[in-house]
């Protein structure tokens, strides 16, 4: 593939400086681009690859300093939205998938949409309904009277228990597992643990998308729900009877316990974990590593655990590394005092 220059420029709304006939073949990071290709430059710790970075157009803020005449720069507002935008319009990968496979299994009792594309061994049981213009690859699993929506893509090895419901243009990735039953025992006067049937199910709106090894657990009763627009990484939990709201991101090894409620365009960071029956109102940012054992219904960021606003987090760090000193001033000062008492004796 060639792409003229100027329209990638217009694609981005950008201003060219430099040759404005040359033509990209690819992308590539400033580090690691050959002629031909196209690479950016938003963050100041990349800026010294630019002296060397063999690319044969750069797409730079509006007040970059041009210091090569070698290489051609599109200047905009935004570096990194508008290379994103480059990579969706024209190298989004195609993943070429047509017709049914022979060996796919197809319940006679199932609903498939128009051009469906199903992979080997794909199982889609009874009751099932499949969207318009959905993928569904390689050794997927779709149990009884489950729904998937419009131009989905399902990867390889996706499990989708009974009675979900997955909205459209959903994307889940390889080995993720969609209504897996919640973690639910109670124990007897013995002590011995007894299952607690789950009977309800995974509800996934629209525009979501989920990472590989994503396990999201089904309702006890009713519906564990993850709303529009949510983003999910790789092996994150989603316990039973989870709510998250629309538009909320969750990164990978993030763990949410049962029964919990997140808000709108909140912010789970890496290995951050929450407990059960809890609320986090919207806007919320939990960041890496955090636990949250109780609601925070005020937007803003919050750290560590306990989870508290970040200030105050960063503030009671810094006091905590003085711990040891503050131990033994008070011990001498304890020292001074009984000596002052002893000696007025």
């Known amino acids: 593939m060639k792409i003229k220059i100027q329209e990638i420029a217009s694609l981005i709304n950008g201003s060219i ?5 040359i033509e990209i073949e690819n992308v590539a990071k400033i580090e690691e681009a050959k002629p031909g290709e196209l690479t950016f430059l938003y963050l100041s710790a ?6 060397t970075t063999k690319a044969s157009a750069i797409i730079v803020k509006q007040n970059f300093k041009q210091t090569r005449d070698d290489i051609t720069y599109i200047a905009v507002e935004a570096p990194e939205k508008a290379f994103f935008e480059i990579i969706r319009k024209y ?7 047509s017709g049914i496979d022979s060996t796919a299994f197809i319940h006679k009792d199932a609903k498939i949409g128009s051009n469906v594309a199903i992979g080997k061994n794909v199982v889609i049981s009874a009751g099932c309904v499949v969207g318009d213009n959905t993928k569904i690859f390689h050794n997927t699993v779709i149990m009884e009277n489950t729904q998937i929506g419009n131009n989905c893509l399902l990867h390889p090895n996706v499990s989708i228990r009974e009675n979900c419901k997955v909205g459209n243009n959903v994307i889940i990735h390889s080995g993720t597992v969609v209504g897996s039953d919640g973690f639910g025992y109670s124990t007897d006067e013995k002590g011995v643990y007894h299952k607690i049937p789950q009977i309800g199910n995974v509800i996934i709106e629209d525009d979501v998308e989920l990472g590989s090894n994503v396990s999201i657990d089904r309702a006890a009763i009713g519906s564990t729900v993850i709303k529009r627009g949510c983003k999910i990484d790789n092996l994150v939990q989603i316990a039973h009877n989870v709510v998250l709201g629309e538009d909320t991101v969750i990164s990978a090894q993030t763990g949410i316990s049962g029964s919990t409620k997140i808000g709108k365009h909140c912010i789970l960071a890496g290995q951050s974990g929450l407990v059960g029956h809890i609320e986090l109102g919207d806007n ?6 955090s636990g949250v054992s109780k609601s925070i219904l005020k937007p803003g960021y919050y750290m560590g655990s306990p989870a508290m606003e970040i200030k105050a987090q960063q503030k009671m760090q810094a006091q ?22 002893e000696a007025n004796k």
């Open 284 to 289: 919320v940012v939990i960041t890496a590593q």
């Open 320 to 341: 905590i590394r003085f711990i040891a000193d503050y131990a033994e001033r008070i011990k001498k000062l304890e020292d001074e005092i009984k000596s002052l008492k």
């Open 17 to 21: 400086f430099g040759n404005d006939k």
């Open 46 to 51: 990349y800026e010294k690859y630019f002296p």
């Open 91 to 97: 190298f989004t990968p195609e993943f070429s998938l």
